[in-house]
């Protein structure tokens, strides 16, 4: 089935090649950008959603099962599916890919934040309520924080996975720095420019899950020394 | 004839849309081949890894690394960057790229499956004198057949959704009507996408559920409430909790 073609032997086609970056840095810093926007504005979008969601889903119980049911069968659907249902409406463009990537990250975080949420010790609710805590304000003080470990784990996740997510967006011509690997693809098969999108890919989601697993230490003291 | 749901209902009513060459019979043939070798090879790879460093209690990390290192790699980067390495273009290629996403729940959940074999089993067979291998094979294996299971069933839903997107550099499958659909204008292929949007998710869901059904089968009545436990442990192991 696979053929071989002569100019994958050509040394005119390098895997990676410091002339292209140099000579292309405005395309590739543009394709970089837009990535980083997308995935931050959707991660940041699916966080605001998906609190108050895992917060429903813990309150009131028999709103539970509906939600985890919902995020499951729509992490089922295939991603480029959600593309097809939603790009004949929302047309070509960044809101397309966001609404996408949103409903993804959405589901991964509910589910950690619900978990979260769920693993406070029975123990501490009852000594917050004897407190003369109410259920805000055991939300805000006890519950939230005591949960903060599932829901940072969820941001890392739907962090990592958004921007793997987002070069499916070249489908709709809006994939960040997919755009650039679909484009070597294109063009004759240019491996430096493949490799050059895949490696920022793969470097944005490592700097974006380093500055969260940050984030989460600075806003976790207790949680370091000790046993943990 | 505005409507896109409309077209859709419209495009997937004609027979010749079925039958062509390219048509939906072919691209469901392609798909599910696709995908059924992806998995194999996966579970080749995957499993008696999997096993093996669960049975020897080591490589906890590198299950997590493997885990958290494909999340970050694109599908879009496999799928165009391995046809230009050795495996040349084709389906090899194509199968390779989707293998790589079959493999960390596979992994996960064989390692899980071996580890939370009771202890006391364990020592049981080493005291009736069953060697390293005996112990993997004749106890080990069975209790983590209901992981193994769990573990097959996400990774098979995970590469028929995957498999849409081999349509990327022309690799075939369901997801090659979505392109098509998408490569015609908006107005006039909007019909065509949702219909390929509809066949890519039906085929995802009505595999999770046959899988389902098979899971439940292979589980042996006392391991059956393990399922859950399995899903969850599973993606502890991937979240690193």
């Known amino acids: 089935m696979s053929f071989r073609l002569s100019y994958r032997a050509d040394p005119g086609?390098?895997?990676f090649s410091w002339q292209y970056v140099r000579d292309n840095s405005d395309t590739i810093l543009a394709a970089l950008r837009d990535h980083a926007s997308l995935t931050a504005r959707a991660v940041l979008i699916a966080a605001l959603v998906a609190l108050p969601l895992a917060v429903a889903a813990h309150w009131f119980r028999s709103l539970a099962g509906p939600i985890l049911a919902f995020t499951g069968v729509l992490y089922t659907i295939p991603s480029l599916a959600l593309f097809a249902f939603l790009a004949p409406y929302l047309g070509i463009g960044a809101i397309t890919v966001l609404s996408v990537v949103v409903l993804y990250a959405l589901l991964v975080i509910v589910r950690n934040a619900v978990a979260g949420l769920s693993q406070v010790p029975p123990e501490v609710r009852e000594a917050a309520e004897g407190m003369g805590?109410?259920?805000?304000?055991?939300?805000?003080?006890?519950?939230?924080?005591l949960a903060l470990p599932g829901i940072l784990t969820g941001l890392r996740l739907a962090t990592v996975s958004t921007v793997a997510l987002v070069t499916v967006g070249v489908v709709v011509g809006r994939g960040g720095l997919g755009q650039l690997i679909f484009a070597g693809f294109q063009n004759n098969f240019y491996k430096a420019e493949i490799m050059t999108g895949t490696l920022l890919c793969v470097l944005l989601a490592l700097v974006l899950d380093l500055i969260l697993a940050g984030v989460g230490r600075a806003i976790t003291p207790w949680l370091r020394g000790g046993a943990r | 004839?505005?409507?896109?749901?409309?077209?859709a209902v419209l495009w997937l009513?004609?027979?010749?849309?079925?039958t062509n060459p390219g048509g939906v019979l072919d691209r469901l043939g392609e798909h599910l081949s696709i995908s059924a070798a992806a998995v194999l090879l996966g579970c080749l790879v995957a499993w008696p890894v999997g096993l093996w460093l669960g049975h020897s209690g080591r490589g906890g990390g590198l299950v997590l690394l493997v885990s958290n290192v494909t999340l970050a790699i694109p599908t879009l980067a496999l799928l165009t960057i391995l046809p230009l390495t050795f495996l040349g273009f084709g389906r090899s290629s194509v199968?390779?790229?989707?293998a790589v996403f079959a493999?960390?729940?596979?992994?996960?959940?064989?390692?899980?499956?071996?580890?939370?074999?009771d202890p006391e089993a364990r020592d049981a067979a080493r005291g009736m004198g069953l060697s390293g291998g005996q112990v993997l094979r004749r106890v080990e294996l069975p209790l983590a057949v209901p992981y193994?299971?769990?573990g097959f069933r996400t990774a098979t839903v995970q590469v028929v959704a995957t498999a849409a997107l081999a349509s990327f550099v022309n690799g075939g499958g369901l997801g090659q009507i979505i392109r098509a659909g998408f490569g015609l204008d908006i107005a006039a292929g909007g019909g065509q996408i949702i219909a390929g949007g509809l066949l890519v998710a039906g085929l995802a869901v009505l595999v999770e559920l046959a899988l389902a059904l098979v899971e439940r089968v292979v589980t042996p009545r006392p391991l059956?409430?393990?399922?859950?436990r399995a899903n969850r442990r599973a993606a502890d192991a991937v979240a690193g909790t």
């Open chain 2, 224 to 228: 059956r409430p393990a399922r859950r």
């Open chain 1, 13 to 15: 086609n390098p895997w």
């Open chain 2, 103 to 117: 493999v960390p729940p596979l992994l996960a959940n064989a390692y899980t499956g071996v580890r939370q074999a």
């Open chain 2, 148 to 150: 193994l299971a769990a």
């Open chain 2, 13 to 18: 009513n004609d027979p010749l849309n079925w």
């Open chain 1, 133 to 145: 805590y109410g259920r805000w304000g055991r939300l805000l003080r006890i519950e939230l924080p």
């Open chain 2, 95 to 98: 199968v390779v790229a989707l």
């Open chain 2, 1 to 7: 004839m505005s409507n896109p749901v409309g077209q």
